[in-house]
């Protein structure tokens, strides 16, 4: 059933980390950069890299198995072209960060 879902709380997650949660056989990858938490798919439509175990510079991640990078908020690659990874909306409620599931 669609609605948010607590996936972390901000002590998990503080400025600068990530995190991988599972939550209904779906895998997310949690940022949070400079305060703002995002959720992407965490699974790399490359190969299957584990996008929240990437190297985070500004809001771009590197995927840490061949480099393929991807804007945080917005999933966008970023070579451009049509290539968006999904991307969850993100509700912060006291000390929970909730996201949208399907
Ligand atoms: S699996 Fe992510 S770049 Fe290859």
Redesign the pocket.
Known sequence: MPGFVKLATLGELPPGGTKEVEHDGRIYALFNVDGQISALDGI?P????PLAEGQVEGTTVT?P????QFDVRTGQNSLGGRLRQPVSEVKVEGQDVLVAVP
Do not use: L
């Not at 490359?46 to 890299?49: E, L, P, R, S």
């Not at 198995?65 to 393929?68: A, I, V």
């Open positions: 790399c490359h190969q299957g890299g995927c198995w061949h480099g393929w």
